[in-house]
């Protein structure tokens, strides 16, 4: 018999019976009926995670990160403070880095979501995540996902010129083992070998 | 959190008109600090009008100045070519602000109507007069060392964290608000209202009311302009106290100032006594000393926030310095 874990728990009960069905967020359109769901009524919501289109029932409450993590599996992006202040819970939307326990999933139907299990190809792995490796940017691992997601965007953002720049644009997101000095360096590396 | 509903909507009219004739309802943009808010209690709305679909988020610049859109980013203002040119302590405060992913998320009108860091307001096991109006103020006599020397009363010393706001009352921006009423402009220096006994009421806004734009005028002041932000860590912190200093000068002649400070007030504080301290004189140490003395002359420090009095003349003095 299949051993019943905190999280198949939880991924079994959010497979229950929708209530509202969200059409996608369409640029703002005067006239277009305004979609609404009630308190503790259950949506199902599309969100198209790393490339997939993914059916979610969520209730308002849900953040994405919790909807990431409890609904659709994707346990990589990790919950430290569920505050915001930590940055380990950060994915893109949309191609921009925002910290995923500060928005709901309904406010997030129909945006493309990338985290930290879409980066790589395959067994190859992104170069952000070859050059983490590389310069020993983790000791707990706890931040890491967040870290990396982070530095992709800092990267794509191009606010790489320096170490202070990149530690002025990887401020928010914390490590409690303070490796800052090896991810400065795992972000230096890679983004001159992404822009190669 | 408690459960509450959720509207998407598409139409401004339509949003106000909703948050009118729905019980307490809230409008959520980036949802950066009203998340928490609600996480923890604080913020209790039964329903959630998500204003995100509606079409307000750009910055224009037009003849008369600068019009951002209530619903516009902090990075996208931050990083404006004509922001940058124009009003560099715009682009300065708000690349001061929270962290970069916060800043892809936060929008300018919810920027303005976040609430105080005051730890006591924060926290729902502790009394606190702008939570529950009634209940009291342990920051009067207890850890203040984050709260205002300026503007508080015997009910409320928390202080506004916008570095925006700040920034914007040193510009003379106006903010744009549509309620079902219409639309009204009003001076961000008359936007925030200090405490006095009622400090649950925090600006203006009438029920129902949302932010559509502000406007920032064009200005010699504005174009030398910056901030200066002190904090507890070098990035990714509120402040201790801030200045936003823009100057017209002819030589060291200062033609026009304006001078406004967060972290010290209890609301974004502009300073006309210091302004007229400098203007029509030389920038020079004595005038800015006058400046600074001006500013905490009715200053009411607390038991652990007294520094404040001195940094922030030391903060002026400096921003002065490179200004010059």
Redesign the interface.
């Known amino acids: 018999m299949a051993e019943h874990t905190r999280r198949t728990v939880l991924k079994s009960a959010a497979v229950t019976a929708g209530g509202a069905a ?1 059409a996608a ?17 259950t ?1 199902e919501i599309t969100l198209s995670v790393n490339g997939r289109r993914r059916a979610v029932s969520v ?3 849900v ?1 994405l990160l919790d909807a990431l993590r409890e609904r659709l599996g994707l346990t990589g992006t990790k919950k430290g403070c ?3 202040e930590c ?1 380990a819970c ?1 994915v893109l939307v949309d191609g ?4 995923s ?4 999933a ?2 997030r ?1 129909g945006s493309e979501i990338t985290t930290v299990e879409g980066l790589a190809d395959g067994d190859r792995l992104h170069p952000v995540q070859e050059a983490f490796i590389r310069h020993d940017a983790f000791q707990c691992g706890g931040c890491t996902p967040g870290q990396i997601m ?1 530095a992709v ?2 990267i794509e ?1 191009g ?1 790489t010129g320096s170490d202070e720049e990149i ?3 990887m ?3 914390l490590c409690r083992c303070a490796c800052y000095q090896n991810i400065v360096a795992a972000v230096a590396d890679a983004a001159g070998e992404v822009r190669r | 959190m408690k459960p509450f509903g959720y509207t998407a909507v598409r139409d401004t009219g339509e949003a106000v008109r909703l948050a009118s004739r729905t019980p307490d309802a809230a409008f959520v943009a980036g949802g950066t600090d009203l998340l928490n808010l609600m996480k923890d209690g604080v913020a209790r709305p039964g329903h959630l009008i998500d204003v995100n679909g509606l079409d307000l988020a750009e910055v224009t610049e037009t003849p008369a100045g600068l019009r951002i859109g209530g619903l516009a980013r902090m990075r996208a203002v931050a990083g404006h070519a004509a922001v940058r040119r124009g009003w560099p302590v715009l682009a300065e405060a708000l690349l001061a602000s929270a962290s970069p992913q916060v800043r892809n998320m936060a929008s300018i009108g919810g920027n303005l109507l976040q609430r105080t860091r005051c730890g006591y307001f924060r926290d729902t096991g502790s009394p606190c007069n702008k939570r529950v109006p009634g209940s009291g103020c342990p920051a009067v006599e207890g850890w203040n060392r984050g709260h205002a020397v300026l503007g508080g009363s015997d009910a409320c010393i928390a202080t506004h964290p916008s570095d925006l706001a700040v920034a914007l009352l040193a510009l003379d921006a106006v903010v744009r608000v549509r309620g079902t009423a219409g639309e009204r402009k009003v001076p961000i220096g008359d936007f925030y209202l200090r405490p006095g006994a009622t400090p649950h009421v925090e600006n203006v806004l009438r029920p129902a009311e949302l932010i559509t734009a502000v406007e920032v005028p064009r200005s010699a002041t504005a174009r030398r302009s910056r901030y200066l932000k002190l904090r507890d860590r070098a990035t990714f912190e509120f402040a201790v106290v801030s200045v936003a200093a823009a100057v017209d000068l002819r030589g060291r002649r200062v033609r026009d100032v304006r001078l406004a400070f967060g972290g010290i007030g209890t609301t974004p504080w502009r300073s006309p006594e210091a302004e007229a301290a400098l203007r029509g004189n030389d920038l020079t140490a004595e005038s800015v000393a006058r400046a600074g003395r001006a500013l905490v002359r009715d200053a009411e420090p607390r038991h652990d926030n007294e520094f404040k009095v001195e940094l922030v003349q030391r903060a002026l003095a400096e921003l002065l310095e490179e200004l010059r």
């Open positions: 969200l967020r369409a640029p703002a359109a005067a006239g277009a009926a305004a979609v609404s769901i009630q308190p503790a009524q949506a209730e308002t409450r953040t569920d505050r915001g940055g950060t921009e880095r925002v910290k326990c500060l928005t709901l309904v406010m139907q982070s965007a800092c953002e606010h530690r002025q644009w401020s928010g997101n």
